[in-house]
Structure formats: C-alpha cells, structure tokens
C-alpha cells in the first residue's frame, strides 16, 4: 500500500539539481522527437514513435522525482 501511495503522490523537484535533470531528459527527448519528425514519413509510426518518446520522458522523470526524496 505504501508503494502504491507513493507511486500516485506528486513529486516536486526539490533541488536545482533535480529541476536541471528533469530538464536535461526533456531537452534529450524533445531533440530526439524532431529528429524522428525529420526523418520519419507522417503517419500512424511517426505518431507512435513520437508518443513512445514522450512517455519515456515521462518515465524517465518520475525516475528522477520519485528517488531518494
């Protein structure tokens, strides 16, 4: 039950640090997405690559927000 409290809590960056970790994934992620709307013909893949960036991002930052708060 803990787990799952923390899991569905919301998780402030606290430090700088952890605001420029958050900011390095998004600014990767982001990066990352263009080159695939470059390069990537428009269409249901460009869309699900695209939407599997961001929710590593997503991922990613909950990694960072939820470790050693």
């Known amino acids: 039950m803990k787990?799952?409290?923390h899991r569905f809590e919301?998780?402030?960056a606290t430090t700088e640090e952890k605001r420029n970790e958050h900011s390095s994934v998004r600014m990767a992620a982001?990066?990352?997405a263009e080159k695939?709307?470059?390069g990537v013909p428009e269409g249901r893949e460009q869309a699900l690559a695209v939407t599997k960036i961001e929710e590593a991002m997503f991922w990613a930052n909950a990694g960072i927000a939820r470790n050693n708060e």
């Open 30 to 32: 982001l990066e990352f």
């Open 36 to 38: 695939v709307v470059a």
């Open 10 to 12: 919301f998780h402030q």
């Open 3 to 5: 787990d799952l409290q």
